[in-house]
């Protein structure tokens, strides 16, 4: 218990994870779910990073550097698209984002 | 291929030219015409010059396949980039490059609309052209040889005159559909190639030294014949020819009727002939009766024409029928003749509808009847005309009598049955042609709208000039051309003759006595036989 | 003699200033100078070569000359296993051809003086037009006259051909004149037909086109007794001659050809051009003497044409078909002579002939010239007081040809009729027959035009009458605008650049002759010792000798025989036209039915229009139909074809196949209303969907290990 | 032991930000937590000897992103649209619930799968390259060689997200 083993990382990153994906079923302000989806993407670079160090592997690394890009670039054009629907729907409401309703 | 190594990669400088001139009108706006042209006229231009080297490096001597280019293509089935000439392709691609910048400088001021499109097909359908005739790859001469169609399908169909669509689409389909069954030769040669020799490959030199059995043979005889029979066009197959020569621009016209054509007759002789020599002797009658046909029957057609333009395209099928005659008889100087027939049809006929599109330009009708009296008020244009004629009808002293001469010469000592119908086109060839010339140059001016009639312009007597000049100088001094045919003549004849004796190797044989050759030629030109060919 | 290539060459330059400069820049007097000078240089060569000729011995009088390769060397099998077939550029002076050198630069060299008073009325580039067609048929006759091969020959006799149809339509804008040129081509070329294919059958049975290569290889084949090869040559060749040299049954272009101006008459179809035939004829004299069948068809054709033509050439009005009609008669002279094997004979006469008929056209032109452009003979008369030189150098050469001794004519004509005798009595007689009809119509033509009443049209005095003159029907307006402008002031004599050649013409006519005095006159006959070694060969050919000879006195008979007979026609044309000229008409009328036979020229044009020219162009016009209805039909109809049955299958895609895809898609849409209530648009629901299948996953997971 | 303390310290911290960033009322807090989260996370890199990861946390994520989420939240006026969990279509309870399950079953999955790996092998290091603390230069070297590729397309990504934002947030194209 005392010994710090990657499964503790693994724990505390499927934690962090599911608070994440709880965020992103629960909330209906899509800038939080933005944010719970950040979340998402940081346990699993607390994944990453963890394994790195155990398995001597740069690779973990490296991933969370393209994990970090890839996050940069959906946080960009997300919120662009939100501030472009937020212009002409005056809402951040998810619930009233549904014109993909049948 | 010593020339190959100082110049590396001449025919693909030559192929890709044109290309390269129309990727260039590519980025050039549309509204600037004049641009556009120059631009074009010095593609064209440069297009010929580039392929002026042929003419001097080529090795007349050397039987080999010249200016060698062979890189991997598609290796996976064994196509490859593999550019070649000999004499045939030489001379054709000459004669293609000179007719691009005869067309592309004839089209100054008929093409008004779509200026940039229009250049940019002929030029592309000059690399196709000139694709066709330096690929070694078989699957590689296939593409180019569709690569061709599609620009003449457009230059017919968008700037052709009265009936373009219908003449666009017939001319599309028909070529279409006899090279789907070209198509099933070349892969019918291509397995047999690779169940003989197990190797996958498109390459005409290996094609060329396959022995096919006659029975397969015939059938891929069958199936080339269809397809280059369409493109010569060869009776019955010529109905597409009146109706696209009618239609087309001027300057597509003129590389129809000058260039592609070729490609048929090409086709036979650098396909049908050597890779299956038995199936072509025994097509022999077969084709030869075709001609004939073709001959008498085109003939006879132009002279019920009221159509200036049509008139000429009929005569086109008789002309390439003499070509098909030549080449079938199988006899050296009948090829050689069918060769130079064909640069001659490509320089009269070519001419022919260059000096219609002169006076389509002017009045815009071809109507035979709505002219008359044209000596009278364009001199000039009435003695091109005439020279013109004089080679179409094969008078001597001008290009189309040394083809003739040749090709019945030829088949006479084959057969002198086929020869005794196929002079019989010399008579109504002067017919028709001279009947042209009276209605349209003799007379009075009966047509107050001709009365006005500028004569040639310095632009289109600079199209004529070179016609002209080619015209007088095959009539007189053919030897520079029939040399650079003599082996691959040679080479085409034996493999359709086992028996035959080809000249260079006599004169690798007797190269002791090579000078002493060479004065006794000089010295006694008259005297009787001589060993030519022992 | 090396030079002989020059000799060409000239007129063939004097053509080039002439087309490519004089049209647009030479006046008329520097086209006709470069014209008149070049081929004035061609004749002098002529003379120094054919002087060279005569300086060398007579088995070496056979110079060839190589200027350059024309086909080179091709490797082609023949009747002898391989041959190559070549064809250098190579001209030949022998006897043969210095004759005909001397003739063609000659008489040439006089026309071309000619032309240039001829031609004046012409406007500028006319004139140089003119002068570089004239030119040009210079060089290609030369060519023919030259050719050492029978390709080279061809080169210049398909030339001439070319200039001959330029020539005889230099009025382009005539109908007639455009049509007759285009008729004489394409007749030319039907007998180009035959002759190509001569050369082709004797380059496949010698492997050459040499003419002295093939004429020593035939030299030693035996004479053919049946039909064999070389009669086939020979028939081919024949067919060519009698297409260029107008006999029958290709001589319908000549008598039109004269649409033609007068001094091309006079050197194409009369004195040069349409002897080719004979010269090749006589060229190959080895291969026909091989040939006894063809021989006996060359005499019949010959002698049948001479007869007929001359037949037509009695009532013919128009003055320049007459002496048209004697050019193809006489021209049949020569093929009889040629036929019976007397190929000196022939050419003999084709030397005498090209003086006096070509001294008969000239003269006509400057009678036609003097009567503003009159031709028909009805409308002329007693001319003689107004023309004087032009009247008696053609009354010369109408002696000459009447065959009076001791005219030029004479000595040929009766070379011809003896050796004709020898071989055959029969054409013997027709001979005579045609030697009386044409005294008969030369002297009908003398006394038309020269002699009795003037019948011509008033012609304006200086003050008035200019109206009269403008309705008067002369001429048929063919000429260019720069024609006559000014009045015509009634006959005139012709300047002085036409009548000279005249009177050196009339000299030759009258002189020419001495050159072949017959042996029974007391000569040698100079010229056929002179040509003997063209005809055999250099003596390679021992043609048989005649099995019988006539005494000297038999033969002098025949001659006076003749020459009694053309004297009483002469004065039988006399009496019908100077002193009883109601005399011809009441002929006319008591032969009406072979009259309007002969004056519709046998009808033959009519013939040749209704059957061969017709059928053509039936022909043509049935073969188009053909061409749109079946051909392109045939086309077509798979294009319909293809259209009619690609509507079938739409038909069949739209309702079955299509049905059943759509029927299958309706099913879908049904069912979707069932299903579509999941979709709410709210991403979360998807999402919780997404996590209820990891629950699912990770459950099934955890059970499954 | 120290080592331990720490991990838990901050694990708890973690989680519980994690917790607050998504529970927060007002957007606003929430990223003050989303931060602060970001921050703890960056320290947890440090103690995995991922220095360069935790400067990149720190900079971008930290600095960069979350500012980013900042402006947004200003930008957009969160007063006018409280939320309410009572919506009958909304699925808050049983996510959560379902999240809960799920998380508990991934935790028995993991630490089961985790235990047994490392009692076959023992340990799982023995691959790869072996590094050190201090080792961003190796990661730049590994980075630049065999990982050029996709780090350039990275760079497109990058690129063309911001372009791609730029045109979505601008008022009117064409403006």
Request: proline share 4%; charged share 10%; with cysteine.
């Amino acid at each position: 218990m005392l010994e710090i083993t990657p499964l503790h990382y693994s724990l505390l990153s499927a934690a962090l994870f599911m608070i994440g994906v709880i965020g992103v079923l629960v909330r209906r302000n899509v800038i939080i779910i933005f944010m719970s989806i950040e979340l998402i993407l940081n346990a699993v670079n607390i994944n990453l990073v963890a394994l790195s160090d155990q398995l001597q592997d740069l690779a973990g690394q490296v991933f969370v550097v393209f994990v970090i890009a890839v996050a940069a670039a959906e946080a960009a054009v997300g919120l662009g698209i939100i501030i472009a629907f937020y212009r002409n729907k005056e809402t951040v409401n998810i619930d009233e984002i549904q014109i993909m309703r049948w | 291929m010593s020339n190959a190594a100082d110049t590396p990669s001449l025919l693909s400088l030559i192929l890709f030219t044109p290309l390269a001139g129309a990727l260039v009108l590519l980025f050039v706006g549309s509204r600037q015409v004049d641009l556009i042209r120059w631009i074009a006229n010095a593609t064209a231009a440069l297009g010929f010059l580039v392929s002026l080297p042929l003419w001097f490096l080529y090795d007349s001597t050397n039987p080999d396949w010249q200016f060698v280019e062979q890189m991997e293509w598609i290796p996976s089935i064994g196509a490859q980039y593999f550019l070649g000439v000999d004499g045939f392709s030489v001379l054709l691609i000459l004669l293609t490059t000179m007719m691009g910048v005869i067309a592309v400088l004839s089209s100054w001021n008929a093409i008004q609309t779509r200026v940039k499109e229009y250049y940019i097909f002929l030029l592309m359908l000059q690399t196709g052209m000139i694709g066709a005739f330096v690929a070694l790859d078989f699957l590689l001469f296939f593409l180019f040889w569709e690569v061709m169609l599609v620009p003449m399908y457009f230059l017919i169909g968008i700037w052709g005159s009265d009936n373009r669509l219908y003449s666009a689409i017939k001319f599309f389909l028909f070529t279409l559909v006899g090279s789907v069954i070209m198509l099933l030769g070349i892969l019918a040669v291509y397995f047999y190639h690779q169940d003989v020799t197990g190797v996958y490959t498109f390459d005409i030199t290996q094609f060329h030294e396959l022995n096919i059995p006659y029975d397969l043979q015939w059938w891929i005889f069958l199936a080339f014949f269809l397809g280059f029979a369409v493109k010569v066009p060869m009776f019955p197959f010529h109905t597409w020819l009146p109706d696209a020569h009618t239609d087309a621009p001027t300057a597509g016209s003129v590389i129809l009727a000058a260039v592609l054509l070729k490609m048929g007759t090409y086709g036979f002789i650098r396909f049908s002939l050597p890779i299956l020599p038995e199936a072509t002797q025994a097509f022999v009658p077969a084709v030869v009766l075709l001609s004939i046909i073709g001959i008498v029957y085109g003939a006879l057609v132009a002279m019920a024409q009221r159509d200036w333009k049509r008139l000429v395209a009929y005569s086109s099928v008789s002309h390439m029928g003499m070509v098909m005659l030549g080449m079938f008889a199988l006899t050296p100087v009948g090829i050689t003749g069918s060769i130079v027939q064909q640069l001659n049809h490509g320089i009269s006929t070519g001419a022919l509808f260059l000096l219609v599109g002169v006076v389509y330009e002017r009045r815009h009708t071809r109507m035979i009847a709505e002219y008359g009296g044209l000596s009278k008020i364009m001199p000039v244009y009435a003695a091109i005309f005439l020279i013109m004629t004089m080679s179409s009808i094969g008078l001597p002293t001008l290009n189309g009598f040394i083809g003739e001469v040749l090709i019945l010469q030829g088949i006479f000592v084959v057969s002198k049955t086929w020869a005794f119908f196929a002079a019989s086109g010399i008579v109504l060839g002067a017919a028709y042609m001279l009947w042209l010339y009276q209605r349209t140059m003799f007379g009075t001016v009966d047509n107050p709208k001709n009365e006005n009639l500028p004569d040639v312009s310095l632009r289109e007597f600079a199209t004529f000039a070179p016609l002209l000049l080619l015209a007088v100088w095959i009539g007189l001094y053919p030897k520079p051309f029939l040399d650079r045919l003599e082996t691959s003549v040679d080479k085409v004849m034996m493999r359709v003759n086992a028996d035959y004796t080809p000249r260079f190797a006599v004169a690798a044989e007797g190269d002791a006595d090579a000078t002493e050759g060479a004065i006794a030629v000089v010295e006694s030109a008259a005297g009787p036989i001589r060993g030519g060919a022992r | 003699m090396d030079l002989i290539w020059l000799i060409p060459l000239l007129p063939g330059l004097g053509a080039a200033l002439n087309g490519l400069l004089g049209i647009r820049y030479f006046s008329k007097q520097t086209a006709g100078l470069v014209a008149v000078s070049t081929m004035a240089v061609a004749f002098v060569l002529s003379v120094i070569a054919f002087a060279g000729l005569l300086g060398l011995p007579e088995e070496e009088r056979y110079h060839e000359v190589t200027v350059a390769s024309w086909i080179p060397p091709i490797p082609l099998e023949t009747a002898n296993g391989i041959g190559s077939f070549e064809v250098p550029w190579a001209f030949v002076l022998d006897p043969l051809s210095g004759m005909m050198l001397l003739v063609v630069t000659g008489i040439g060299l006089l026309i071309h003086v000619y032309s240039v008073g001829y031609i004046d009325h012409e406007p500028r580039g006319g004139v140089a037009r003119f002068f570089c067609y004239l030119n040009l048929f210079c060089f290609f006759m030369l060519i023919l006259v030259l050719g050492s091969s029978f390709l080279v020959m061809f080169v210049g006799w398909e030339g001439v051909g070319l200039c001959s149809y330029l020539l005889i339509g230099y009025w382009y804008r005539k109908q007639s004149a455009s049509d007759a040129g285009k008729k004489a081509f394409i007749v030319n070329r039907i007998g180009d037909w035959g002759f190509i294919l001569g050369i082709f059958l004797v380059f496949f049975t010698f492997g050459t086109l040499d003419f002295r290569s093939v004429a020593e290889a035939a030299a030693g084949m035996p004479v053919e007794v049946g039909f064999g090869v070389l009669s086939l040559i020979c028939l081919f060749l024949f067919i060519g001659a009698t297409g260029k040299s107008a006999q029958i049954p290709l001589y319908v272009w000549l008598p039109d050809a004269m649409e033609g101006p007068t001094p091309v008459s006079a050197l194409i179809h009369a004195a040069t051009m349409v002897t080719a035939g004979v010269y090749m004829v006589c060229r190959n004299a080895v291969l026909f003497a091989h040939a006894p069948m063809v021989m006996e068809a060359v005499a019949w054709i010959g002698v049948l044409t001479a007869f007929m033509a001359a037949t037509i050439g009695l009532v013919q009005t128009d003055i320049k078909r007459v002496l048209a009609y004697s050019t193809v008669s006489q021209l049949g002279y020569m093929f009889l002579a040629t036929g019976v094997g007397a190929f000196a004979a022939g050419a003999f006469h084709l030397m005498t002939h090209a003086f006096f008929k070509a001294l008969l056209f000239l003269g006509s032109g400057s009678v036609i010239h003097g009567m503003n452009e009159e031709q028909d003979m009805r409308r002329m008369g007693g001319l003689k007081p107004y023309m004087p030189t032009t009247f008696w150098t053609m009354a010369i050469g109408a002696v000459a040809i009447a065959g009076i001794p001791p005219l030029a004519g004479f000595f040929s004509k009766d070379e011809i009729l003896y050796r004709t005798f020898l071989h055959s009595q029969v054409l013997w007689g027709i001979g005579a027959l045609t030697a009386v009809m044409t005294a008969f119509y030369m002297f009908r033509l003398i006394n038309m035009t020269f002699l009795g009443r003037y019948r011509g049209p008033e012609w304006g005095q200086p003050a008035g009458g200019e109206a009269a003159h403008g309705a008067g029907s002369h001429g048929d307006g063919g000429h260019d605008d720069g024609g006559h402008g000014h009045a015509w002031h009634g006959p005139h004599e012709s300047p002085r650049t036409m009548t000279v050649p005249l009177m050196v013409l009339a000299v030759g006519a009258v002189f020419a002759g001495f050159i072949g005095v017959p042996a029974a006159l007391g000569g040698s006959n100079v010229i056929e010792h002179f040509l003997e070694p063209s005809f055999t060969a250099f003596g390679a050919f021992h043609p048989a000798e005649e099995a019988h000879h006539l005494s000297h006195t038999a033969e002098l008979g025949l001659m006076a025989l003749s020459v009694l007979l053309a004297a009483g026609a002469i004065l039988f044309a006399y009496r019908n036209y100077v002193r009883q000229p109601a005399a011809a008409d009441e002929m006319a009328r008591t032969f009406a039915g072979p009259h309007r036979v002969l004056t519709n020229k046998y009808y033959v044009d009519e013939l040749y229009g209704a059957t061969v020219v017709r059928g053509t162009m039936e022909g043509a016009n049935g073969l188009w139909t053909v061409d749109q209805r079946v051909v392109d039909g045939a086309v077509n109809g798979t294009g319909w074809t293809t259209i009619f049955s690609s509507w079938v299958s739409h038909v069949l895609d739209k309702y079955v196949v299509d049905g059943l895809v759509n029927f299958v898609a309706w099913v879908c849409a049904e069912a979707s209303y069932v299903f579509r209530r999941a979709q709410t648009g709210l991403i979360q629901n998807y999402a919780f969907a997404t996590l209820l299948g990891v629950f699912a996953f990770v459950t099934w997971y955890l059970l499954a290990r | 032991m120290a080592e331990a303390l720490l991990f838990y310290t901050l694990a708890a911290l973690i989680l519980g930000l994690g917790v607050m960033v998504v529970s927060a009322r007002s957007a606003v807090h929430s990223v003050l937590f989303l931060v602060v989260n970001f921050l703890l996370v960056a320290v947890l890199y440090v103690t995995l000897n991922a220095e360069f990861v935790a400067v990149i946390q720190v900079l971008v994520y930290a600095g960069g992103i979350v500012v980013l989420y900042l402006f947004v939240v200003m930008l957009v006026n969160l007063k006018k649209a409280p939320e309410r969990f009572s919506d009958p279509r909304r699925l808050a309870r049983s996510g959560l619930l379902l999240g809960g399950v799920v998380l508990a079953l991934i935790v028995v999955v993991v630490s089961s799968s985790l235990r047994a790996g490392m009692a076959s092998e023992g340990t799982l290091s023995g691959f790869g390259t072996p590094f050190t603390s201090g080792n961003t230069e190796q990661l730049g070297w590994v980075l630049y060689t065999s990982y050029l590729i996709p780090f350039e397309l990275a760079s497109m990504l990058l690129l063309v997200a911001m372009i791609g934002a730029i045109v979505l947030a601008k008022r009117h194209l064409g403006d």
